[in-house]
């Protein structure tokens, strides 16, 4: 059987960023970009006042104080978005708004706070050094740097640079298309009323939640028995995605069909079954561009399995850089005592205290625990034939994204 490690790499040997296109910046979000961008010119484009105050020259006032005040005859106002052509001069100042063009002849300016207006003239009682409160051209972003680089996750900061620059189309990867199939005839809608023997359906929730965490695109969600003819056309159905989420049926029950009906419809196993709880059973595979996760119907290991292999996988076919949260060192606050022949990945409660990371493991760690989906942040990775881990051990730990109270 394979270990974590080695499937992994596998996955990640498998699949490959998808093609570039260009979308407009209002629908960037969460996208990657599949080039660098770099500074068309330079950031900012002009001098500029900082402040609303008046701009001068700094010599007029070099003698000024409370005690012996200089007057300078106001030129008038340049407001954001004016061109600010205006010429300064020694015993002039000019009124200025704060992102308003420094005239030329003018090299500070001084807060509005600071002076009193008298009629025409301005009264200053400060002295001020030059190039205060002056944004110069240049000084945040050189022109043709890059700022931005290929493979960065477009947020409301890269939006900002990107609208600054004048990208209204943004070059980006294509989102992998998801479908998502949960299979079990024991599995009821969630508007219904699950009989003896029965649960409410959940894996489609939570695995449709991630994928529109991660900003993919949901193609198709079915729910269906565990009748051979009815899954095979959902898998069908399904493998039209660039990434099919198979829930249940993968184990070795009587009634797990998925892999046969897979293989049946042209689908190569890369792998099954790993050295790893929980969800041992997961299943890797492709057909043609599609590429095949086999989930455990297990709610809690089919969470931990998306965090491990889906999610960092869809992220590098949107052309990601950082495929996932990097695993941080905690202190344990708790003792495990309990250490398998797998790979554990347990979930568990990660605070902050006093500057350092502290986490324990929740008490059930059952596969199919939803309480422990909503009661855990992070996942404790506890090798496998670890020893027993004392209180006080530092353990390596996959923050998730999950409020827990
Ligand atoms: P399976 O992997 O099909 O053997 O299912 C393992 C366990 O997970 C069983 O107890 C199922 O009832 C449960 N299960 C399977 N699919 C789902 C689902 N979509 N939502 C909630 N529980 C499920
Ligand atoms: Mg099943």
Redesign the pocket.
């Known amino acids: 059987m394979l270990n974590y490690e080695d499937a992994r790499t596998l996955v990640f040997q498998h699949v490959k960023p998808l093609e570039n296109c260009s979308l407009p910046l209002t629908e960037s979000q969460g996208l990657a970009l599949s080039e660098d961008i770099s500074a068309s010119q330079e950031m900012p484009s002009f001098d500029n006042s900082g402040v609303d105050g008046y701009a001068v020259q700094a010599a007029d006032l070099a003698e000024a104080s409370p005690g012996n005040p200089v007057r300078l005859e106001n030129l008038g106002y340049i407001s954001a978005g004016e061109s600010g052509k205006e010429k300064m001069r020694s015993g002039l100042c000019i009124q200025i708004a704060t992102g308003a063009p420094l005239p030329a002849g003018a090299n500070t300016v001084v807060m509005k706070e600071h002076i009193e207006v008298e009629g025409s003239h301005v009264r200053f009682s400060q002295s001020i050094p030059e190039k205060e409160n002056v944004r110069f051209k240049g000084e945040d972003i050189k022109a043709g740097n890059t700022i931005i680089h290929a493979g960065t996750v477009i947020g409301p900061a890269q939006m900002a640079v990107l609208a600054t620059f004048g990208y209204s189309q943004v070059p980006v990867h294509r989102v992998p298309k998801v479908s998502i199939v949960?299979?079990?005839s024991?599995?009821v809608d969630v508007v219904g009323q699950p009989k003896k023997g029965q649960?409410?359906?959940?894996?489609?929730f939570?695995l449709a939640g991630m994928v529109k965490q991660e900003s993919c695109e949901m193609l198709t969600i079915s729910?269906v028995p565990?009748h051979p003819q009815v899954l095979k056309e959902a898998f069908e159905e399904a493998l039209q995605a660039d990434v099919a989420l198979i829930?249940?049926?993968?184990?070795v029950?009587d009634?797990?069909f998925a892999k046969p009906l897979l293989r049946e419809l042209g689908v190569e196993e890369i792998f099954w079954k790993i050295k790893f709880k929980p969800g041992k059973?997961l299943f890797f595979g492709r057909r043609e561009k599609t590429w095949i996760f086999g989930l455990?119907?297990?709610?809690a290991?089919?969470y931990v399995l998306f965090e491990e292999f889906v999610r960092p996988a869809l992220r590098k076919m949107m052309g990601r850089r950082i495929l996932e949260e990097s695993l941080i060192k905690a202190v344990l606050d708790k003792p495990i005592t309990q250490t398998f022949n797998r790979l554990h990945f347990m979930r568990g409660i990660m605070r902050e205290e006093n500057g350092e990371f502290r986490v324990r493991p929740l008490k059930f760690q059952g596969?199919?625990s939803?309480g422990s989906l909503v009661g855990s942040n992070a996942l404790i990775r506890v090798e496998a034939d670890s020893p027993d881990l004392p209180a006080g051990s530092k353990v390596s730990v996959r923050p998730l994204k999950n409020e827990i109270t």
């Open positions: 949960s299979t079990g024991e599995l649960i409410r359906e959940s894996n489609r939570m729910m565990d829930s249940g049926g993968m184990s029950g009634k797990d059973p455990p119907g297990n709610p290991s089919s596969s199919h939803i």
